[in-house]
């Protein structure tokens, strides 16, 4: 149900940007997410058809592709930090921040 929502509002992004640039018709999205950002890609895919018909998206292919979070420690350390460990590779530390991860946004579009 989450992913349904978020394929709608994507296809309502779509339909702004294309409206604004006098698309006809959208070919391919690609889209970029963090590994945090609380969407599972394959979920996504699987909806965004539904909510695709009958808009200028109808048929276009999706392509997802997921960043790696990075997280900042106090000792300096900055990078991936493995999801169950939760703590710094180098120093052990659990005051990590997450410094990216969550981001979702349309990278490009391919249209006619
Ligand atoms: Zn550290």
Redesign the pocket.
Known sequence: MHELSIAQSLIGLVEREAEKEGFTRVLEIRLRMGEYAGIIPDCLREFFPLAAAGTKAEGAALEIETLPARFR?????EGGVERRAAC?P????TA?RMVSGREFFVEDLKVE
Not at 73 to 77: D, V
């Open positions: 420690c106090p000792c300096g350390y710094c180098v120093c052990g530390s990590i």
